[in-house]
């Protein structure tokens, strides 16, 4: 008795002592992207008004930037005893660093200021989320002893902002570099020259700020709804000199670089608009209104380069970068093709054709810049032709370009669409914003590889790095533009920064859910799909099932199989749920209280063909692979908008043939597919298709009209019993002038294969 009495004496005790002793204290190490090594040890540093910052000039960016953030946070004064040192260390990598937290004190070491700028971003994801809008509340902050060694893996470390499309302020281009800089990444492409809007002063030619950036009005809706509408309304502006030195600067001040991008031959209607004699008819035309290729560009003759380099001059005043971007991007041909001017060229250089025009437009700029110290990054189209001597590539239209340009040993950056494209869907609820389309969820950019599979380990030394791309022809307000980028923006920092062997993307969305609480602190708007499910067919005992999972840890799902909503009292997914006819399943993530995030649901039609054994005759595209070949005959169609989803199949220029064993012989009465038509992204459906059964007298070959829908659906009435079915689909082919894409072959993409 008198035991259990003194052990409630003394538990009241600790719990007055602990009451009057109050300290906030965080106790797990999260950080992204997350570091190479991490060992977490025993006790705490308490940061207070004890602690004091111990700093040589080596250091005075980084150790002032988080004096600031720590002094502005909190009412915290490092003015005390308990040292945080900055400690010069020689034998790191210039962007390494190690961060030692101990009881009393804490030892940052890097051997520039920048590695020691990256151990802050660390130190500072250990602090509680209210640091970042200064709304701490308190004297003490424990940081649990932790050390950290760090290196990134990757030197270029990029995100990308289109402002010709639609322009942003510059308070929102530094909050930006803050977020790159928070996530350790050090580079900003700004992308400042469109068809649609000049977005740079350049004094030399005033006509660049008074007409080339601005359009009379701007597209409404997607480019694909037809028939196109637009707003009436004037749209534009630019960036004075003095706008861009200050952006500059303050990038710079982060240990972010900026590089510029001055679009050419292509992407320069809006040049054009301004000083028509830079295009090949000499003819006035307006800056681009809507989106898409425009066939009035650049024309290669002397005034049109006496511009460029005045233009290149002011740039390169402005941006001290290694690199200026030049574009080199969906140049369509059609002008120079009739250009007297151009054909001449051609011959005069010895010249095959308007492909290797472009290269000589290209090598004449590069011989330029290179003249003042500078080097190019274009668009991976700068391969076509020949590939300027000491271009550094960008490979956006998947990995071809930058297996090509490294195994022809020049330096490639890694942002293909498929997987950096942060302008594309990133979530197949319904309810999401309009986009260009595709589908480019959170563990796609995670589990995205810069380094492709096809080279050697010596040519893979000339990937620099990847870079996520934000194009805004649907993002006309910042926060929309912060909507797309996060939390897709995580991931990417992680796949640049972290190496692979300390990737896993599980444990990444739980550090993700917690980072959440620092993008509200920071006013970001972020989306939160992580509350969303994934669904897949299994096979169960050999019978078709579909299972369920949600990447959010200790939540339940709960479902339903008669299409109305989930609700606390819904059946908890423990199994994969047996489908045994077409059925409608609705399912969310569940607390112990209420439901997180949207619903989830699926259609699934339990047709003749699902499950079966289905070939093709083409590798898939590791860009676009859908569910694999299976994913045809899963008894799910894919997404109206987003031709990237997992449904959908992308196979770029290529003859498909694609044969379903149905296992024994089957009665047919139709077979239905649907082919995606975004001609805007290069798509088109197929002109023809043919289809095979057992027996070749019953083959039948259907014409598909062209249209201007975005989905197409193709059927066929078939009476026929066979046990084989065999589509033949010829690729639509090459891409007609004045199109987007032009020259290029077309991308098929195809959804489900209905057999009844």
Known sequence: MHYKKTLLILVFISFLFNCKNEEKTTSEVLIIPQPQQQTLGEGSFLLNNSTGIDYDDTFKVSAEFFKSYIEEGSDIKLEGSNKISFIKDETLSDEGYSLEILPKHINIKAKTDQGAFYAVQSLRQLLPPEFENGT??????????????????FAYRGMHLDVGRHMFSVDFIKKYIDALAMLKMNTFHWHLTEDQGWRIEIKKYPKLQEVAAYRNETLIDHYNTQPQQFDGEKYGGYYTQEDIKDVVAYAQSRFVTVIPEIELPGHSQAAIAAYPELGCTGEQVEVATKWGIFEDIYCPKEETFTFLEDV????MALFPSKYIHIGG???????????????????????????ELQSYFISRIEKYLNSKGRQIIGWDEILEGGLAPNATVMSWRGFNGAIEAAKQHHDVILTPGSHCYFDHYQSENKDEPLAIGGFTPLERVYDFDPIPEELTQEEAQYVLGAQGNVWTEYMKTSQKVEYMVFPRILALSEVIWTYPKERNYKEFVSRVEHFHKRLDALNINYANHLYEIEGKMVANNNQPAYALETVSKGKAIRYTLDSSEPNINSNIYKD???ITKSVFIKAGVFNTKEQLGSTFSQDINLHKALGKSI???????KSYPGSGAEGLVNGISGSNT?????????????DLEITIDLGEKTDI?????????GNGQWIYAPKEMTVIFDNEADKQHINIPTSKENLVNVAINAKVSSKTITLKIPNYGIIKEGKQGAGNKAWTFIDEIIVN
């Open 136 to 153: 701490f509340q308190g004297n003490d902050i424990a940081i649990p002893c932790t050390t950290i060694k760090d290196e990134p893996q």
């Open 312 to 315: 290149l001059d002011e740039v």
């Open 329 to 355: 991007d969906e140049a369509p041909k059609t002008r120079w093709k009739n250009c007297d001017h151009c054909q001449a060229l051609i011959k005069k250089e010895g010249l095959k054709d308007e492909h």
């Open 576 to 578: 994969p749920i047996p």
């Open 615 to 621: 070939t093709i005759n083409k590798a898939l595209n």
């Open 642 to 654: 987003r031709y990237g989803d997992k449904e959908w199949l992308g196979f770029s220029g290529e």
């Open 669 to 677: 009465n139709s077979i239905e597919t649907r082919f995606h038509n």
